[in-house]
């Protein structure tokens, strides 16, 4: 496992927490020679840390678990067909986030590093707050003032320190950096690979529940497009195993249309800036500049995926549906109720939809 500058190809250093390169300032990222294999599964470790051998670690790093992973992918008829939801709101903090909060904890843990900041719209700060205090590390977490106010909660019942930024997620991002530049360790979701490897066990997960079967499609919500990404790694890594040559899904990634940069450049279509920002229930998706959009549109393309963008009255009806089927999720995980209506006809069995967070976060 090798972490290293997408721009400039530089190792990532042995200690701190840059969040970008020091030499170019370009994005980390993480790759690797192991591919997935089941012999080297430890299945005597809790939850995700079965595949720790994926994760690029060292061998001394003792997993951080809340026994997040091993979430349910329960089957209900929708649209006239059988489809698979797997069920990530299960996970400790009721959100996917948990499995590469785990990871990046546990790099923290080896870079010795005991005070981090992060900035988030509850989700992603709720998560690392609930991991951090686990080893010991103090948090805290910028959020902007629209978040949602359960999650606020959550996060500083972790005992994490909450810092309120006005204005849209963007200015919180820029407040954040002008922290870090005066020294802040930086955990950041977005910027930093580690989460990459913990986002995958999904994939390997969804294809152990299946039978050891690829999935013909996978829909998800897509803001930074981290989720999507990290699936997609695990399937290819289970697609190129042993020299067992399968396809990969077709993945399918969906936002609000009140934020959607993603599928504007999917679709070649044109959302005038000033509207980039616009408020949406899914707040969980409202990133303006996700800063893997290359990485992500290329697994789009490579697969034969799409990305949707859906407004805001499909959204309710999307929480209302899946709530009649017994999935109480969150709006942002929600919207992935329009992806499946509109993809359902292109895509072969089996089809699993993946709901990242719970209703109770709102």
């Given at each position: 496992?090798?972490?290293?500058?997408?721009?400039?190809?530089?190792?990532?250093?042995?200690?701190?927490?840059?969040?970008?390169?020091?030499?170019?300032?370009?994005?980390?990222?993480?790759?690797?020679?192991?591919?997935?294999?089941?012999?080297?599964?430890?299945?005597?470790?809790?939850?995700?840390?079965?595949?720790?051998?994926?994760?690029?670690?060292?061998?001394?790093?003792?997993?951080?678990?809340?026994?997040?992973?091993?979430?349910?992918?329960?089957?209900?008829?929708?649209?006239?067909?059988?489809?698979?939801?797997?069920?990530?709101?299960?996970?400790?903090?009721?959100?996917?986030?948990?499995?590469?909060?785990?990871?990046?904890?546990?790099?923290?843990?080896?870079?010795?590093?005991?005070?981090?900041?992060?900035?988030?719209?509850?989700?992603?700060?709720?998560?690392?707050?609930?991991?951090?205090?686990?080893?010991?590390?103090?948090?805290?977490?910028?959020?902007?003032?629209?978040?949602?106010?359960?999650?606020?909660?959550?996060?500083?019942?972790?005992?994490?320190?909450?810092?309120?930024?006005?204005?849209?997620?963007?200015?919180?991002?820029?407040?954040?950096?002008?922290?870090?530049?005066?020294?802040s360790f930086y955990a950041s979701h977005a910027y930093l690979p580690f989460n990459l490897p913990g986002y995958a066990t999904a994939a390997y997960e969804i294809y152990e529940q299946l039978g050891n079967i690829m999935p013909g499609g996978i829909i998800v919500p897509?803001?930074?497009?981290?989720?999507?990404?990290?699936?997609?790694?695990?399937?290819?890594?289970?697609?190129?195993?042993?020299?067992?040559?399968?396809?990969?899904?077709?993945?399918?990634?969906?936002?609000?249309?009140?934020?959607?940069?993603?599928?504007?450049?999917?679709?070649?279509?044109?959302?005038?800036?000033?509207?980039?920002?616009?408020?949406?229930?899914?707040?969980?998706?409202?990133?303006?500049e996700p800063l893997r959009a290359d990485a992500v549109l290329k697994v789009i393309e490579e697969s034969h995926g799409s990305i949707h963008a859906v407004e805001e009255k499909e959204i309710l009806t999307g929480r209302s549906k899946l709530a009649r089927l017994g999935?109480?999720?969150?709006?942002?995980?929600?919207?992935?109720?329009?992806?499946?209506?509109?993809?359902?006809?292109?895509?072969?069995?089996?089809?699993?939809?993946?709901?990242?967070?719970?209703?109770?976060?709102?």
């Open positions: 496992m090798a972490v290293f500058c997408s721009n400039c190809g530089s190792n990532y250093p042995p200690t701190g927490l840059p969040y970008e390169c020091n030499n170019c300032g370009g994005l980390f990222d993480i790759s690797s020679d192991q591919l997935f294999s089941e012999r080297l599964l430890d299945r005597s470790q809790p939850g995700i840390w079965r595949y720790s051998d994926t994760f690029g670690l060292p061998k001394s790093v003792n997993p951080v678990s809340l026994s997040e992973g091993n979430t349910p992918l329960i089957w209900a008829e929708a649209f006239g067909r059988r489809i698979a939801f797997k069920c990530e709101h299960f996970n400790p903090t009721g959100s996917f986030k948990d499995r590469g909060s785990a990871v990046i904890a546990a790099w923290l843990q080896a870079q010795g590093i005991r005070e981090v900041i992060e900035d988030s719209s509850g989700n992603a700060g709720a998560s690392l707050a609930a991991y951090a205090t686990r080893v010991g590390i103090k948090s805290t977490i910028f959020v902007p003032e629209f978040a949602s106010g359960t999650k606020i909660k959550q996060i500083e019942a972790f005992g994490a320190e909450i810092r309120r930024v006005s204005g849209t997620r963007a200015d919180v991002a820029l407040k954040i950096r002008k922290v870090v530049e005066r020294g897509a803001g930074q497009g981290g989720l999507l990404l990290g699936l997609a790694r695990g399937f290819d890594a289970l697609r190129i195993t042993d020299n067992v040559h399968r396809k990969i899904p077709r993945m399918i990634g969906v936002q609000t249309r009140a934020c959607a940069p993603l599928w504007e450049r999917y679709s070649k279509s044109i959302i005038a800036p000033q509207n980039r920002d616009n408020r949406s229930i899914a707040e969980g998706v409202q990133v303006s999935f109480f999720v969150e709006p942002t995980s929600a919207i992935v109720w329009s992806g499946l209506k509109k993809n359902i006809m292109d895509l072969h069995d089996p089809v699993v939809v993946v709901l990242t967070g719970s209703g109770y976060k709102n």
